[in-house]
C-alpha cells in the first residue's frame, strides 16, 4: 500500500473530529439546501463515507493507523457501557420474536447466498470462482462466510479449517470490508428513510416506539445540567467497567485456551468476543441500580460520541477503490450480499417486521459487536443494547453457519 500523506494519528484524529463537527454542524444548520440534504441522506452515513474519501484518496490509512483498534477495544465498550446503563431490558424483551426471526433470516441468507453467488457466477464465467488446492476460490469464501455471520474468531477459524492460502485470505479480506461497509452503508441510509419503508412493509412499530418514547420521558424526569463531577463520575463508570472487562478477559481466555480449548469454535477463545460480553453484562446489571440515573446527566450522549468517533474509524479502514483491483471477486460478493438483502426484504414483508429488525439482524451477522450498535443507534441511542444482543448470537453459530455454507460452496464451485 502508498504511504499515506499522513500517518500521525494525533493528526488523523483530528481530521477525524473535524469531519464529525462539519457534518453535525450541518445537519443543525437552518441553511434551506442542508436542510433538504440531511432528509434524505443520515448524518451517521456521512460520519462513515467521508472518512473513507480520505482513505481511498491517500490522505490517511485505515491501515496504518490504530485508531481503530483504540476505538473498538476502549471507546465501543466505554460507549456500550453508557448506552446500556439506562436501558429497561424488560421492555427490550418486549420487542418480541420477529427480532430474532430476521437475525436468523439474516444468518440463511449468508449461508445460501454464498454457494448460490457461486453457481450463479460459475455458469455465466467457470474460470472467475475456479483455483485449485489452497488457491481455490470457494475455499477463500468461506473466510467471507465466517466473517459475515460470526466475526474475526470464526474467519480466521475458517482459514484453518478450509486451508485457505495467505495470498487468498489476503483478497478476500478486502471483498469482505468492502462489500460488507457498502451494504451498512444502505443500512444508514435506509435508518434515514425508516418510516417510508416500514409502511412498504407494513410493519407494527408499535413496540419499538412504546421503547423510545419511555426512554425519553425517563430521560427527561431525571435531566439536569451536569458539573465537572457528574461528567468525571460518568467517564469512571464508563472506562472503569472496562477496565474491568478487559481484566477479566485477560484471564478467561488463556484459560479456556488451555482447559476447553474445545470451545474455541464458539468463539470462547476471542478476547474481543468476552470483552463486549461482559462490558455489556455488567452494565446490564447496573441497569437495575442507582447507576441507572447518570442517563440524567448525559450518559448515552457521552457514549454516542464515542459510537461516532468508532463509526469514522470503521470509514477509514474502507478504500472503495479496492473494488476495481480485484471485481470478478467483487462480483461474486455483491451477488451474495444481494441474496441476503433481498431474503431479509422478502420475510421482513412476510411477517410485517420493522425495518430495524431487518438491519440490526443483518448488521448483527454481517458487521458483528463493532457496528450492530451503530445501526442501532442510528434509529434511536436506546436501542443500541438490541444491536450487541444480536451480535453476541451471531458469534455463537458464526462457525457452525460458515462451515455449512463452506462445504456448499465446495460443491457450487465448477
Same mark, same amino acid.
Given at each position: 500500500m502508498t504511504k499515506p500523506i499522513i500517518t500521525n494519528d494525533a493528526v488523523v484524529l483530528g481530521i477525524l473530529l473535524g469531519i464529525l463537527a462539519f457534518v453535525f454542524r450541518t445537519a443543525k444548520s437552518n441553511n434551506p439546501f442542508w436542510k433538504k440534504f440531511y432528509t434524505y441522506v443520515p448524518n451517521l452515513l456521512l460520519c462513515y463515507f467521508i !472518512?473513507?474519501?480520505? /482513505? *481511498?484518496?491517500?490522505?490517511?490509512?485505515?491501515?496504518?493507523?490504530?485508531?481503530? @483498534?483504540?476505538?473498538? =477495544?476502549?471507546?465501543? !465498550?466505554?460507549?456500550? %457501557?453508557?448506552?446500556?446503563i439506562s436501558i429497561d431490558l424488560k421492555e427490550i424483551m418486549k420487542l418480541g420474536h420477529k427480532a430474532l426471526v430476521m437475525f436468523l433470516t439474516a444468518t440463511a441468507g449468508i449461508v445460501l447466498g454464498g454457494p448460490l453467488a457461486i453457481l450463479i457466477t460459475a455458469f455465466f464465467a467457470p474460470e472467475l470462482v475456479g483455483g485449485a488446492g489452497p488457491d481455490a476460490v470457494w475455499r477463500g469464501f468461506t473466510t467471507v462466510a465466517g466473517s459475515w455471520i460470526? $466475526?474475526?474468531?470464526?474467519?480466521?477459524?475458517?482459514?484453518?479449517?478450509?486451508?485457505?492460502?495467505?495470498?487468498? @485470505?489476503?483478497?478476500? &479480506?478486502?471483498?469482505?470490508? &468492502?462489500?460488507? /461497509?457498502i451494504w451498512m452503508a444502505f443500512?444508514?441510509?435506509? *435508518? $434515514?428513510?425508516?418510516?417510508?419503508?416500514?409502511?412498504?412493509?407494513?410493519?407494527?412499530?408499535?413496540? &419499538?416506539? #412504546?421503547?423510545?418514547? /419511555?426512554? #425519553? #420521558?425517563? =430521560?427527561?424526569?431525571i435531566m439536569r445540567i451536569p458539573d465537572l463531577t457528574d461528567t468525571i463520575t460518568v467517564m469512571t463508570v464508563a472506562f472503569g467497567i472496562t477496565a474491568v472487562a478487559h481484566f477479566m478477559s485477560d484471564r478467561i481466555v488463556p484459560w479456556i485456551g488451555s482447559y476447553a480449548p474445545g470451545l474455541s469454535k464458539f468463539s470462547l477463545t476471542s478476547e474481543f468476543f468476552w470483552l463486549v460480553v461482559l462490558a455489556t453484562s455488567l452494565a446490564l446489571a447496573l441497569s437495575f441500580t442507582p447507576i441507572r440515573r447518570l442517563e440524567g446527566i448525559g450518559a448515552s450522549r457521552y457514549g454516542s460520541l464515542f459510537l461516532y468517533i468508532l463509526v469514522a474509524t470503521i470509514g477509514m479502514k474502507m478504500d472503495i477503490l479496492a473494488i476495481f483491483e480485484s471485481p470478478a471477486l467483487f462480483l461474486v460478493g455483491i451477488?451474495?450480499?444481494?441474496?441476503?438483502? $433481498?431474503?431479509?426484504?422478502?420475510?421482513?414483508?412476510?411477517? =410485517?417486521?420493522?425495518?430495524? @429488525?431487518?438491519? %440490526?439482524?443483518?448488521?448483527? /451477522? %454481517?458487521?458483528?459487536?463493532? *457496528?450492530?450498535?451503530?445501526?442501532?443507534?442510528? @434509529?434511536? !441511542?436506546?436501542?443500541?443494547?438490541?444491536?450487541?444482543?444480536?451480535?453476541?448470537?451471531?458469534?455463537?453459530?458464526?462457525?457452525?453457519?460458515?462451515?455449512?455454507?463452506? &462445504?456448499?460452496?465446495?460443491?457450487? *464451485? !465448477?
Open positions: !472518512p473513507s474519501i480520505f /482513505n *481511498s484518496l491517500g490522505i490517511i490509512s485505515g491501515e496504518k493507523s490504530k485508531l481503530y @483498534f483504540v476505538a473498538s =477495544r476502549y471507546l465501543l !465498550p466505554a460507549s456500550l %457501557v453508557l448506552l446500556t460470526g $466475526g474475526g474468531a470464526n474467519q480466521a477459524a475458517m482459514k484453518e479449517i478450509f486451508a485457505v492460502s495467505d495470498h487468498l @485470505f489476503s483478497a478476500m &479480506i478486502t471483498v469482505d470490508v &468492502i462489500v460488507a /461497509n443500512l444508514l441510509y435506509g *435508518s $434515514g428513510i425508516g418510516q417510508k419503508l416500514d409502511r412498504w412493509l407494513k410493519a407494527d412499530t408499535g413496540a &419499538i416506539a #412504546e421503547l423510545k418514547r /419511555n426512554m #425519553e #420521558e425517563y =430521560r427527561s424526569q451477488l451474495w450480499m444481494g441474496f441476503h438483502a $433481498g431474503l431479509l426484504l422478502l420475510v421482513a414483508k412476510l411477517i =410485517r417486521a420493522p425495518f430495524f @429488525f431487518l438491519a %440490526v439482524g443483518s448488521q448483527a /451477522n %454481517v458487521g458483528g459487536a463493532a *457496528s450492530a450498535p451503530i445501526v442501532a443507534s442510528a @434509529f434511536h !441511542p436506546s436501542l443500541a443494547p438490541v444491536g450487541v444482543l444480536l451480535a453476541v448470537l451471531g458469534y455463537a453459530v458464526g462457525t457452525y453457519g460458515a462451515w455449512i455454507c463452506g &462445504i456448499m460452496m465446495q460443491f457450487a *464451485s !465448477p
